[in-house]
T-cell receptor
Framework: NAGVTQTPKFQVLKTGQSMTLQCAQD?????MYWYRQDPGMGLRLIYY???????DKGEVPNGYNVSRLNKREFSLRLESAAPSQTSVYFC??????????????FGPGTRLTVL | QQQVKQSPQSLIVQKGGISIINCAYE??????FPWYQQFPGKGPALLIA?????SEKKEGRFTISFNKSAKQFSLHIMDSQPGDSATYFC???????????FGKGTRLHILP
């Protein structure tokens, strides 16, 4: 099992460019998440998907869109990148059985720089 | 509005010492309190978690202490080792909800 995989690992964009960060999990998990990590700010939730076909905003959704393509894949799109979106992006997944708080499994991250 | 406050931001401990990281929360509906460990260049991974019906949970050298009335919980690392050097995040959530809220993290460095 690869767990949670993310592509690309590194990316440099110019202001105004667009890109999609890809995430896939092979654990048959129901829920998937996108976080951003900035120095001194911890992990902040951008969007999450509780189950296939649903998506919801997290704490910092502005400037981002997401697609839950199927149960395995959850992508994050930056339509017009801004320097404030320079960050490390983590995808996570969780089984989230009813009435149980399951562990979130994180991918290795994508380091994005917007010039 | 920060719902989970974590301190200190950074911590340096001698090998063999006790590392202590503290967190406080505001929402009394929280009923799940995990700690995540992150090594440089890696994603976070669950270290240990506690629910508010117990005051302490121990796994090896790692112990969570929980004080429901004070709305505080802490991570103690006994006999700290250089391999424990990492960033630690406390978090809080509601069992029936789909998400958790993370503290800002503590960068721990254990001196050899």
């Amino acid at each position: 099992n690869a767990g949670v995989t993310q592509t690309p690992k590194f990316q440099v964009l110019k202001t105004g460019q667009s890109m999609t960060l890809q995430c896939a999990q092979d654990m048959n998990h129901n829920s998937m998440y996108w976080y951003r990590q900035d120095p001194g700010m911890g992990l902040r939730l951008i969007y999450y998907s509780a189950s296939e076909g649903t998506t919801d905003k997290g704490e910092v959704p502005n400037g981002y869109n997401v697609s839950r393509l199927n149960k395995r894949e959850f992508s994050l799109r930056l339509e017009s990148a801004a320097p404030s979106q320079t960050s490390v992006y983590f995808c996570a997944s969780s089984e989230n059985r009813a009435g149980v708080r399951d562990e979130q499994f994180f991918g290795p991250g994508t380091r994005l720089t917007v010039l | 509005q920060q719902q989970v406050k974590q301190s200190p931001q950074s911590l340096i401990v001698q090998k063999g010492g006790i590392s202590i990281i503290n967190c406080a929360y505001e929402n009394t509906a929280f009923d799940y309190f995990p700690w995540y460990q992150q090594f440089p260049g890696k994603g976070p991974a669950l270290l240990i978690a506690i629910r508010p019906d117990v005051s302490e949970k121990k796994e090896g050298r790692f112990t969570i202490s929980f004080n429901k009335s004070a709305k505080q919980f802490s991570l103690h690392i006994m006999d700290s080792q250089p391999g424990d050097s990492a960033t630690y995040f406390c978090a809080a959530g509601i069992i029936r909800d789909d998400k958790i809220i993370f503290g800002k993290g503590t960068r721990l460095h254990i001196l050899p």
